[in-house]
């Protein structure tokens, strides 16, 4: 939690450095780092700016203190933090606004690894897909595998790179074009190529950067930018929303920035994972009891690319007991099983919305009750596909949807 200061006291100086030390910093910069009383940074941006730390150099401890303690402690003494390049993206700076204030600081940022990987390679920074994958899981770059994409993504040691790039072959896109830019800025700096099925580079510098050309093959696994997924991208059992009425499902859940989602009877978990697909800052939890599309949810959200859905094994309504409040919530599976409702309503936020589908007809006469009760929207779902039929083609209908839909006053 932040707290209030004098808004003109600007005790902490946070100073992007590059792989060039002291020879690529401003003259501000310098004397920000040398009349400090403290200097905190990693070890390595310590050794970069070591001639002009005059005062006490302090290395983040380990593990790191994400609540900054030690900084926070020296509020009002002349204080300078070292981050990597722009300390805003991806960096230490976003940590510290959450304890420290704004006006308590002065950034100086210097330029970020994208922006030097996009110099190096002639790229046109905002027409790049960027993604830190440091300390993330790699599966976290599916999304952003398209024809024809440029990717710039952090990465977390010397071996990510060839792990990313057997992902990216295994995945369909073999002939996609791999640049790994090794200690960009420093005297270390070295570019390599390869193609992501058949790299081959070795002694990776651990600071390195990974930029990539997609291309694709006609089997590519390429997850469309729109609701509605295939449902063969999805594991499943045949508990899951089809691909038609997932669509419109979505569309009523609405999704806006950041809220987080209660997925109650998961099946597959594919209403969960496209939810978290619409935005990186969308949060979704998936409840199921069964074991094995438990585990099934899992190898889906990484699949996917949504290796952060957070996965309740268990029944509900017991199983929602702690869970954070929701902002929208989805019934699929097990709704009528007694208090299931009762606990969703009871959790959601006010504010927040509430969607459900039936297909059994005691799962709609509970709809069509909460409907009579609550109000809401009542929605009839129903999808025909081109059969065989003998030698000829018809019409064959899959079992209709009901969908109650409804905003918590």
Same mark, same amino acid.
């Given at each position: 939690?932040?707290?209030?200061?004098?808004?003109?006291?600007?005790?902490?100086?946070?100073?992007?450095?590059?792989?060039?030390?002291?020879?690529?910093?401003?003259?501000?910069?310098?004397?920000?780092?040398?009349?400090?009383?403290?200097?905190?940074?990693?070890?390595?941006?310590?050794?970069?700016?070591?001639?002009?730390?005059?005062?006490?150099?302090?290395?983040?401890?380990?593990?790191?203190?994400?609540?900054?303690?030690?900084?926070?402690?020296?509020?009002?003494?002349?204080?300078?933090?070292?981050?990597?390049?722009?300390?805003?993206?991806?960096?230490?700076?976003?940590?510290?606004?959450?304890?420290?204030?704004?006006?308590?600081?002065?950034?100086?940022?210097?330029?970020?690894?994208?922006?030097?990987?996009?110099?190096?390679?002639?790229?046109?920074?905002?027409?790049?897909?960027?993604?830190?994958?440091?300390?993330?899981?790699?599966?976290?770059?599916?999304?952003?595998?398209?024809?024809?994409?440029?990717?710039?993504?952090?990465?977390?040691?010397?071996?990510?790179?060839?792990?990313?790039?057997?992902?990216?072959?295994?995945?369909?896109?073999?002939?996609?074009?791999?640049?790994?830019?090794?200690?960009?800025?420093?005297?270390?700096?070295?570019?390599?190529?390869?193609?992501?099925?058949?790299?081959?580079?070795?002694?990776?510098?651990?600071?390195?950067?990974?930029?990539?050309?997609?291309?694709?093959?006609?089997?590519?696994?390429?997850?469309?930018?729109?609701?509605?997924?295939?449902?063969?991208?999805?594991?499943?059992?045949?508990?899951?929303?089809?691909?038609?009425? &997932?669509?419109?499902?979505?569309?009523?859940?609405?999704? &806006?920035?950041?809220?987080?989602?209660?997925?109650?009877?998961?099946?597959?978990?594919?209403?969960?994972?496209?939810?978290?697909?619409?935005?990186?800052?969308?949060?979704?939890?998936?409840?199921?009891?069964?074991?094995?599309?438990?585990?099934?949810?899992?190898?889906?959200?990484?699949?996917?690319?949504?290796?952060?859905?957070?996965?309740?094994?268990?029944?509900?309504?017991?199983?929602?007991?702690?869970?954070?409040?929701?902002?929208?919530?989805?019934?699929?599976?097990?709704?009528?099983?007694?208090?299931?409702?009762?606990?969703?309503?009871?959790?959601?936020?006010?504010?927040?919305?509430?969607?459900?589908?039936?297909?059994?007809?005691?799962?709609?006469?509970?709809?069509?009750?909460?409907?009579?009760?609550?109000?809401?929207?009542?929605?009839?779902?129903?999808?025909?596909?081109?059969?065989?039929?003998?030698?000829?083609?018809?019409?064959?209908?899959?079992?209709?949807?009901?969908?109650?839909?409804?905003?918590?006053?």
């Amino acid at each position: 939690m932040t707290t209030s200061s004098n808004p003109e006291q600007k005790w902490l100086t946070v100073v992007g450095i590059g792989e060039d030390g002291v020879a690529g910093l401003g003259d501000e910069a310098k004397r920000a780092i040398s009349g400090a009383t403290h200097v905190f940074g990693g070890k390595r941006h310590l050794a970069l700016a070591a001639e002009l730390i005059r005062g006490e150099a302090r290395p983040w401890p380990s593990p790191f203190d994400s609540e900054m303690h030690d900084v926070v402690a020296l509020r009002g003494k002349n204080v300078c933090v070292l981050a990597s390049g722009d300390p805003f993206l991806h960096g230490v700076g976003v940590t510290l606004a959450r304890v420290v204030p704004s006006s308590e600081m002065r950034v100086l940022p210097a330029p970020s690894a994208f922006s030097l990987a996009a110099s190096r390679l002639g790229w046109a920074l905002q027409d790049v897909e960027t993604i830190s994958l440091h300390g993330h899981a790699i599966d976290m770059i599916r999304p952003l595998l398209q024809p024809g994409a440029r990717i710039i993504a952090l990465t977390s040691d010397g071996e990510a790179p060839a792990a990313i790039a057997r992902l990216v072959a295994a995945s369909g896109f073999g002939a996609s074009r791999l640049t790994v830019l090794e200690a960009l800025g420093g005297e270390n700096e070295q570019i390599k190529r390869a193609q992501a099925d058949g790299f081959n580079l070795e002694n990776i510098n651990p600071l390195n950067v990974l930029a990539l050309e997609i291309e694709s093959s006609p089997q590519a696994r390429i997850l469309p930018l729109a609701s509605g997924l295939a449902d063969d991208l999805f594991e499943h059992d045949g508990q899951i929303t089809k691909r038609e009425i &997932r669509a419109v499902t979505l569309s009523t859940l609405a999704p &806006r920035r950041g809220e987080l989602l209660w997925d109650i009877g998961a099946g597959s978990g594919s209403i969960s994972i496209e939810w978290m697909l619409c935005h990186p800052s969308l949060r979704a939890i998936a409840i199921e009891h069964n074991a094995d599309r438990a585990e099934r949810i899992e190898r889906n959200a990484s699949a996917c690319g949504v290796p952060g859905l957070t996965i309740v094994r268990g029944a509900a309504p017991e199983a929602l007991a702690g869970l954070p409040v929701p902002d929208v919530i989805f019934i699929g599976g097990g709704g009528s099983e007694t208090g299931v409702f009762d606990a969703a309503i009871a959790a959601l936020r006010s504010g927040g919305r509430l969607v459900a589908n039936a297909v059994t007809l005691e799962m709609e006469t509970l709809l069509l009750s909460r409907h009579a009760a609550h109000g809401g929207d009542l929605l009839r779902l129903q999808v025909s596909r081109a059969a065989p039929v003998g030698s000829m083609t018809g019409w064959r209908p899959a079992m209709p949807v009901t969908q109650w839909s409804w905003v918590k006053p």
